[in-house]
């Protein structure tokens, strides 16, 4: 057993989120990242993006609805039922492992996951490339909100470097949840023989892994056109020395958040990340104050390296009343 085998089987049983990181790779897919100006000139200037606490998340039920859907589908007979029997053949009483496991996670799960929110940039129609999307401006970064839109290689890069992982939301009720994990059922019972190879502890590890994000990127369908993706960070789970702590006040509230420097590892295979390379463009949602945050984050990339930031930097014009 070796890491390369450990990771094709991590493959085999993560349909969804590899269908939708090769879908973004060949679309050469953009991201965006709306945030209020305030923050966005923290990131240009500390050269970092912060992560903040699930539990301080717009709506915290979205985590709670990821739970809810993985615990319907594990305590079906026709779905988890399936699954129990399929690990407990591999070894008895690797399901009651797997459930222990993950109930153990409960509190790196919901208290100490951290998270930043990224979200598919534009619908091959000039609007959304234009001026952005009218429901992210209306949720996210206040009256002076701007969104980043950035290239996608170190979120889409399979490097370890970090021990941040990329996640793209599912967005799903508990019926859509049962079909996805369905396909995991169906892929784990179609490389028994893989699952073999790498042992039951290893197969119990990559499902519990795979249990984690599926609890912290599920969303209920009312949410699917915001097309998000999440960065996920579990210091107590998976620690990085290089994503640090701080304590900050974000909305009025004081709150821990980790920071992701903008730096690459090349020799861990992670590029792409430093800001000049990163950066596609920032457009500024609508706001009296658009001059003031346009000369503002003109000048901050400028002093951070960006070339030509004056063309990085347009106002989205989108008529949206406060």
Same mark, same amino acid.
């Given at each position: 057993? =070796?890491?390369?085998?450990?990771?094709?089987?991590?493959?085999?049983?993560?349909?969804?989120?590899?269908?939708?990181?090769?879908?973004?790779?060949?679309?050469?897919?953009?991201?965006?990242?709306?945030?209020?100006?305030?923050?966005?000139?923290?990131?240009?200037?500390?050269?970092?993006?912060?992560?903040?606490?699930?539990l301080v998340m717009n709506d915290f039920s979205e985590v709670q609805h990821g739970?809810?859907?993985?615990?319907?589908?594990?305590?079906?007979?026709?779905?988890?039922?399936?699954?129990?029997?399929?690990?407990?053949?591999?070894?008895?009483?690797?399901?009651?492992?797997?459930? =222990?496991?993950?109930?153990?996670?409960?509190?790196?799960?919901?208290?100490?996951?951290?998270?930043?929110?990224?979200?598919?940039?534009?619908?091959?129609?000039?609007?959304?490339?234009?001026?952005?999307?009218?429901?992210?401006?209306?949720?996210?970064?206040?009256?002076?909100?701007?969104?980043?839109?950035?290239?996608?290689?170190?979120?889409?890069?399979?490097?370890?470097?970090l021990m941040a992982f990329t996640s793209p939301v599912l967005y799903a009720d508990?019926?859509?949840?049962?079909?996805?994990?369905?396909?995991?059922?169906?892929?784990?019972?179609?490389?028994?023989?893989?699952?073999?190879?790498?042992?039951?502890?290893?197969?119990?590890?990559?499902?519990?892994?795979?249990?984690?994000?599926?609890?912290?990127?599920?969303?209920?369908?009312?949410?699917?056109?915001?097309?998000?993706?999440?960065?996920?960070?579990?210091?107590?789970?998976?620690?990085?020395?290089?994503?640090?702590?701080?304590?900050?006040?974000?909305?009025?509230?004081?709150?821990?958040?980790?920071?992701?420097?903008?730096? =690459?590892?090349?020799?861990?295979?992670?590029?792409?990340?430093?800001?000049?390379?990163?950066?596609?463009?920032?457009?500024?949602?609508?706001?009296?104050?658009?001059?003031?945050?346009?000369?503002?984050?003109?000048?901050?990339?400028?002093?951070?390296?960006?070339?030509?930031?004056?063309?990085?930097?347009?106002?989205? =014009?989108?008529?949206?009343?406060?």
């Open positions: 057993m =070796n890491d390369e085998e450990v990771f094709s089987f991590s493959v085999q049983i993560s349909p969804y989120a590899m269908e939708k990181i090769a879908q973004a790779k060949k679309d050469n897919a953009r991201f965006s990242h709306y945030t209020s100006a305030y923050v966005a000139t923290q990131i240009i200037e500390r050269n970092e993006v912060w992560l903040r606490n699930a739970q809810s859907c993985l615990l319907e589908a594990w305590n079906d007979e026709g779905v988890g039922g399936r699954l129990k029997r399929i690990l407990n053949g591999l070894k008895p009483g690797l399901s009651d492992e797997l459930a =222990n496991g993950f109930d153990e996670r409960k509190y790196d799960r919901s208290a100490q996951s951290y998270l930043v929110s990224i979200s598919e940039h534009g619908s091959g129609t000039l609007d959304e490339d234009k001026y952005g999307r009218l429901s992210m401006w209306r949720a996210y970064g206040g009256e002076n909100n701007v969104a980043f839109v950035f290239k996608n290689t170190p979120f889409l890069s399979e490097s370890t470097a508990s019926g859509r949840f049962k079909v996805e994990f369905t396909r995991v059922v169906d892929n784990l019972e179609a490389h028994l023989g893989l699952a073999a190879t790498i042992g039951p502890d290893k197969v119990r590890q990559v499902i519990e892994n795979a249990f984690h994000f599926a609890a912290l990127s599920t969303k209920h369908p009312g949410f699917a056109e915001e097309r998000e993706w999440r960065v996920i960070y579990s210091p107590t789970m998976w620690p990085s020395e290089r994503i640090l702590s701080d304590v900050t006040t974000v909305g009025g509230v004081p709150q821990r958040i980790y920071k992701i420097p903008l730096v =690459n590892h090349p020799d861990e295979g992670f590029l792409g990340a430093t800001l000049p390379e990163l950066l596609d463009e920032i457009i500024i949602g609508p706001s009296e104050n658009a001059f003031s945050i346009y000369d503002a984050l003109v000048l901050k990339l400028e002093a951070a390296g960006v070339p030509k930031p004056w063309e990085k930097v347009r106002r989205s =014009n989108i008529p949206l009343r406060r």
